[in-house]
């Protein structure tokens, strides 16, 4: 049978659905990217707030739609399908099988009977397929959470922390290298907490000096980091290390104590400021990227603008804002949402602009430096290259760097690129070497 596979939500997702298609591929199902061959398509869903539900509620509709004339069967697996397979079962007949995340241990007996075929090896036993560029790759290296945030619905979907083995991470990292897959993207729902399941230490440093030392990778980046799980040890670590890039992505949340407090998050302002002083002060260059959430219930004008000049006082490299949206079984789920839809808008555009301003003279900072890119792409029109330097994860967030050069560089290579201007999110320059 033909599968299609749709992927959607973060990276952490898209881990799950390259161990899908990695089952599937093991066990001879043919796999296609075209909606017109495909027999059946399984879509993985995300379900952690409101914009990500409506997405994969608009997404599965659309696919049932074309499914009347054109597919055997669909199904929905992921988050969405944990949070709410009985309403979704009874509101959609014409999805042949949901799904829950708890049940992937089962996925293959489940799809060889939804899909009428043999699934006969196990999920998560088989090496995943990559889905994207083939230079680069995430490292899930732990799921689930144990922190209590009090707006997050992740903890109920994806439920308690559970580290990945250090020698399976060690191993799966060895298999991508070899490969072919240069950069490394360590992923978890928190991953600064790595192994603090295991006897309540933090492991994250260990890990990474493993990483660092294997033949072939070149850049290493952690994702996610909790701000108050960022130890010496661990800046030391990427210090002392030839691979780890210093990229510290921080989500905050909040600039405000007291709505920080509310949101049940650990830390503080002083902790923050503390971390990332701490942080510039042993790197030439850091980058720090943080997330924000605005409209969180009792959010008021003053703590908005607390928010708003908290972030101008740090001055992060790269900013994600996120509304709040009301989750059913979280703490906040009690409480009254009220700061108006429009309003939660108006303040999250408020820090965007703000977070503009502080981008472009962050980005100022790179003009006449020699950066290291990984090519990616050539622009067909303009016949510039398109790459990422240390400043960018390959989530699409942080912008790229574009450049002219007279030579034929193939995808995947590093060169060097002496950044003369900015254009927005992105860096342009020109190729001074190759490496
Ligand atoms: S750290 Fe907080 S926001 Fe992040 S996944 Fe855990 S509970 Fe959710």
């Known amino acids: 049978m033909k599968i299609g596979v749709i992927s959607l939500g973060c990276a952490k997702n898209l881990v799950d659905t390259e161990n899908l298609l990695g089952l599937l591929n093991a066990s001879g199902q043919e796999l296609t990217t075209s909606y017109q061959e495909a027999e059946a398509i399984i879509i993985n869903t ?57 049940e992937y241990k089962h996925l293959n007996q489940i799809l060889s009977k939804a899909l009428d075929i043999t699934i006969p090896k196990t999920y998560g036993k088989v090496p995943r397929l990559l889905s994207g560029k083939p230079w680069m790759a995430y490292l899930r290296i732990a799921d689930g959470c144990d922190n209590r945030c009090a707006y997050c619905a992740i903890p109920l979907i994806r439920g308690p922390m559970r580290s990945v083995a250090e020698d399976a991470l060690v191993e799966e990292a060895k298999r991508l290298v070899a490969s072919g ?25 260990h890990l990474l000096k493993r990483l660092d030392a294997l033949e072939g990778v070149h850049w290493i980046r952690i994702l996610y980091l909790y701000p108050d799980e960022i130890p010496d040890d661990l ?17 905050i949340q909040h600039g405000c104590d007291a709505m920080l407090q509310a949101m049940h998050r650990r830390s503080n302002q002083e902790e923050i400021r503390n971390r990332v002083a701490r942080i510039r002060a042993s790197f030439e260059r850091p980058i720090l990227r943080t997330t924000i959430l605005t409209g ?38 009690e409480l009254e949402d009220n700061v108006r839809e429009e309003e939660k808008e108006r303040r999250k555009n408020e820090l965007l602009m703000h977070q503009e301003k502080i981008m472009e003279m962050r980005r100022k900072e790179w003009v006449g430096t020699k950066v290291e890119v ?35 560089i193939p995808m995947g290579t590093f060169v060097d690129v002496e950044i003369t201007k900015v254009a927005g999110m992105h860096l342009l320059g020109h190729v001074v070497g190759e490496n």
């Open 46 to 102: 995300c379900g952690f707030i409101a914009p990500a539900k409506e997405e994969a509620i608009n997404t599965i509709l659309e696919v049932a739609d074309y499914k009347q004339a054109n597919l055997k069967k669909l199904i929905v697996m992921g988050c969405l399908a944990q949070r709410y397979k009985p309403e979704l079962e009874k509101e959609m007949p014409e999805v042949d099988c949901f799904i829950a995340i708890e």
């Open 181 to 205: 897959v240069k950069e490394l993207n360590l992923i978890a729902q928190d991953s600064s907490r790595y192994g603090y399941d295991w006897d309540q230490k933090l492991h994250l440093s």
């Open 235 to 251: 800046i030391a670590t990427i210090q002392a290390s030839k691979h780890i890039l210093p990229y510290f992505d921080i989500p």
């Open 296 to 333: 969180f219930p009792g959010e008021s004008l003053e703590a908005h603008e607390e928010n708003v000049s908290f972030l101008d006082e740090i001055g992060w490299d790269h900013l994600g804002v996120f509304t709040y949206s009301k989750e059913e079984d979280t703490p906040s789920y």
């Open 374 to 408: 990984l090519v990616e792409a050539k622009d067909a029109l303009t016949k510039m290259y398109i790459g990422r330097c240390a400043l960018q994860a390959p989530d699409g967030i942080d912008g790229s760097v574009r450049f002219q050069s007279e030579q034929d």
